[in-house]
């Protein structure tokens, strides 16, 4: 089910350019995976959780490809941001699926961006911004890495 969502995805981000960033990385999964942790890190985020999706789809008995979620975020963001407004908290922390492909590893996140716009409040912008240049940064370093 998962993976059928993963794809819905990857196919509308074609469509509407803006919702996803998306890179293809030439390593394999677990060089990959290790890239884009220490590039989370290197921009000053705290990595919160790992969630190895790929191992609830195996126990189910869905053959899959090594397909994780990492969660991030600055913790300071995580505790002040809910009080601009509440409804930030569905979108927190930032996350970052990360799947291989043969040779290849994907990674994938919601554009920052495109959530900003569903928060209107001008103080919440600049976080919008930041995560946004901030992605963009982490999907080149692990991109570039795979060169």
Known sequence: MLGVLLLAALSISTARAGALLM???????????????DSIVSH????????????????NSYPTAAYQVVFFAKPAEMR???SLDPQIAAYLPLQIVIFAERS?????????R?????FPKRAMQAYFAA?????????????????
């Open 23 to 37: 890179a293809r990385v030439d390593l394999p999964f677990p060089e990959a995976m290790a890239q884009l942790q």
């Open 44 to 59: 000053g985020y705290t990595i919160s959780r790992i969630q190895r999706v790929d191992a609830g789809l195996r126990a």
């Open 80 to 82: 002040s941001l809910p």
């Open 104 to 112: 290849h590893t994907l990674i994938l996140a919601a554009n920052p």
């Open 114 to 118: 495109r959530i900003a716009t569903f």
């Open 131 to 147: 995560w946004a240049r901030d992605m963009h940064a982490i999907f080149r370093d692990v991109h570039r890495s795979g060169q």
